[in-house]
């Protein structure tokens, strides 16, 4: 009788648990690169180089590097979570065309991937902030809002690599994903120094980058300052990448779905 009057979770939500409980069981899978690696990461550049770098913009190197790793860690699961995953559910495993069959919108499927990723990216910051806080990295209670900032930048990310990833027929095209997109948005974004160190058509390029806008609003979250830009500049630029990624990404769904 109880098992009659269930109702079914909306179609989201069962989107959502699917990926929770694909990542229960391979989540050991990724423990290095979401936690250990950038806790690594930052002893060995934050402290080892910090002890050469000296001071930046007046704080510690390993103050002033905390908001471009927990950025970058969280940019990188995106687009680990959002090529080859999404591309092998359509041509390999075929994963969305099951959810298809049943009563599962191509949208839901895109809003629950969007929303799976942000809870995955939401455990390592909140994890990476805990252990930041016993290194002293984090110089104001503003820092509390980073974890809104990363799930912005989920949204900003996610949703155009997904339409890409959703668009295509070959992995191959990732390669160049990662050449020209990752790496120049990992390397110029403001993560290891400041971009105004960069020739200016270079700094064009950082400033075009989602993950620059984030990196400036968690360092002035962790060391309690303003941003370079104001603070509704930095949210408008990664809202709209949101928006349209998120209109690619249900066209790009429902039109290989539906073909």
């Known amino acids: 009788m109880a098992a009659e009057t269930m109702r079914p979770l909306h179609p989201v939500l069962a989107v959502v648990e699917r990926y929770v409980l694909l990542y229960r069981r391979l989540w050991h899978a990724s423990v290095f690169s979401s936690f250990l690696l950038p806790i690594l990461f930052l002893i060995s550049i934050g402290l080892g ?11 510690d190197y390993l ?8 950025v970058s860690t969280a940019f990188q699961i995106c687009i680990g979570e959002s090529t080859y995953p999404v591309l092998g559910d359509f041509k390999w495993v075929r994963a969305y065309h ?3 069959a049943a009563p599962i919108r191509p949208a839901d499927i895109v809003h629950g991937h969007l929303i799976a990723l942000i809870l995955r990216v939401e455990v390592s910051v909140v994890a990476f902030l805990v252990v930041v806080l016993f290194f002293g990295g984090l110089h104001s209670p503003w820092a ?3 974890p809104l900032v990363c799930a912005l930048l989920v949204a900003s990310v996610v949703t155009p690599v997904t339409a890409f990833a959703a668009s295509i027929e070959s992995d191959s ?3 160049l994903l990662f050449r020209f997109v990752v790496i120049p948005a ?9 971009v105004e160190q960069l020739p200016v058509v270079i700094r064009a390029v950082a400033y075009a980058s ?12 962790t ?15 990664l809202v709209l990448w949101a928006v349209v990624g998120l209109v690619l990404a249900r066209r790009a769904f429902k039109r290989r779905l539906e073909d």
């Open 63 to 70: 103050s002033w590097i905390v908001p471009g790793v927990l």
């Open 144 to 146: 509390l809002v980073t």
């Open 98 to 100: 099951a959810m298809r």
């Open 173 to 175: 095209y990732f390669a």
């Open 186 to 194: 990992t390397l110029f974004s403001g993560v290891f120094f400041p």
């Open 223 to 237: 060391l309690g300052r303003e941003p370079t830009w104001p603070i509704a500049a930095h949210v408008g630029y």
């Open 210 to 221: 989602p993950v620059w806008h984030a990196v400036e609003l968690c360092r002035a979250a």
């Open 49 to 59: 180089v910090g002890g050469y770098v000296g001071s930046i913009e007046g704080v």
